[in-house]
């Protein structure tokens, strides 16, 4: 055996699999959530307090939005509409009550996002 044979490191294979970036494949519930339809007598996307909690960015906001107004009662409808707004300006800013408010909206955003 020679010296390059003793000292020679066995070929090593990569293993990793390429890249592919996640697709949004957009069906009939994602269609009809991100929808902005406007509500008669309310500014077109009026969910402050989910926007608040979650955030602009986040998608569970607009799944909330569908919930409130295909699927809530419509006791919470209207007072969400009523008393949102200013609630959702005070939530900003508050990252434990956004927490709390997260936590509470996720069972309808679970229920609304399985459909």
Do not use: H
Not at 107 to 115: D, L, N, Q, T, Y
Request: proline share 8%; net charge positive; with cysteine.
């Amino acid at each position: 055996m020679t010296d390059v044979e003793a000292n020679a490191q066995p070929a090593t294979v990569s293993c990793r699999k390429r890249y592919v970036p996640p697709i949004l494949i957009k069906g009939p519930v994602l269609s009809t959530i991100t929808l902005q339809v406007p509500v008669s007598g309310a500014s077109p996307a009026p969910c402050w307090v989910a926007r608040a909690a979650f955030g602009e960015a986040d998608i569970r906001w607009m799944i909330f939005r569908a919930w409130l107004f295909e699927d809530a009662p419509a006791w919470f409808r209207a007072a969400y509409l009523r008393y949102g707004q200013t609630f959702g300006g005070w939530l900003t800013g508050r990252d434990r009550a956004r927490a709390v408010v997260r936590a509470a909206m996720m069972p309808a955003v679970r229920r609304k996002a399985s459909i």
